[in-house]
């Protein structure tokens, strides 16, 4: 089953797939789609996911969210469940930092997010499913309405389940913890053209060193690192789905100077981006 809805307002796209027979699509390395946020729900088997050329064991009845600029494919597609939507589907409902259309679940975490699914949460999300189907089957003026309010929903319960298994049940709402998401935020929207965390800062009216202290206390990575993880995910997506040359990218992603960026790239992967280009994604499906 592959469902999809376009807002009448916004043009804001919502995808759902269940368990399709023919579900290539769910490999997300089109371009034109690199837009889409991404919450997946694997079935009873245990399968291999790739996530930015990364292998991973994706486990049975377990969840994990996407955020847009990852490419990622799965072994088993026809057992995945998920709900692909853009921004301006899901924005329209509430700019509260947890349960935003990038929140805490999508920017409030480091590393890839896989989440184990308990009977008492596989029974809300599996009933979810039921009733994303019955009101795709409901064609009226407020179908919108209706599949935002059961998105917003499923964000929730994820939500939850991610603060449960990774925050150990520690509350995170205040202003400091915000300022992670924020973060994260200005650098989704600006990494092509400021590189420095200084540019940040300042959006954020605190200091370099103030930022590098909250982060430092929350166990999260470093400002500086986020830029450049941003970074390398365009780029990497870049070499593997165009034909656009070193120069190119370099100069797509802000750098004035091929030589720069090559040094940059090279840093963060100890691969020439001349040679990474010729790697085949071996992992990939």
């Known amino acids: 089953m592959h469902l999809t809805h376009i807002s009448p307002k916004t043009n ?11 579900a290539q699509h ?22 291999r996911m790739v996530i930015n050329g990364i292998d991973y064991e994706f486990a049975p009845h377990s969840i994990v969210p996407l955020v847009s600029g990852q490419f990622f494919s ?21 700019n509260y930092f947890e349960i935003s259309c990038l929140g805490l679940l999508f920017s409030g975490f480091k590393g890839d997010l896989f989440l184990s ?3 008492q949460y596989r029974e809300k999300i599996y009933g979810l499913q039921k009733l994303f189907i019955e009101e795709y089957e409901t064609i009226d ?23 449960e298994q990774y925050l150990e049940g520690v509350v995170y709402e205040d202003e400091r913890f915000d300022l992670i998401r924020q973060f994260n935020l200005l650098v989704d929207t600006h990494y092509k053209s400021e590189h420095q965390v200084s540019y940040y800062a300042d959006l954020l009216n605190k200091s370099p060193k103030t930022l590098a202290r909250i982060f430092k206390g929350f166990n999260y990575v470093t400002p ?45 992967t ?8 010729n790697i085949r994604l071996d992992k990939a499906y």
């Open 224 to 268: 500086s690192l986020i830029i450049q993880g941003r970074i390398m995910m365009e780029a990497k997506r870049l070499f593997y789905y165009t034909t656009l040359s070193v120069k190119e990218i370099a100069y797509e992603l802000g750098f004035t100077d091929a030589g720069h960026f090559s040094r940059f790239f090279k840093n963060a």
């Open 141 to 163: 003026t407020i179908q919108t309405d209706m599949l935002q309010m059961l998105l917003k929903r499923l964000v929730i319960l994820t939500t939850r389940l991610a603060k």
């Open 74 to 94: 799965f072994e088993k597609p026809e057992l995945i469940t998920a709900w692909q939507y853009t921004r301006d589907f899901y924005c329209l409902i509430d």
């Open 26 to 47: 769910l490999h997300k390395n089109n371009p034109d789609e690199r837009h889409l946020l991404t919450i997946a729900i694997n079935g009873e088997t245990s399968q």
């Open 117 to 119: 699914l308990d009977e």
């Open 270 to 277: 100890r691969i020439n981006p001349s040679d990474f280009r």
């Open 12 to 22: 804001g796209k919502l995808i759902f797939t269940h368990r399709a027979a023919n």
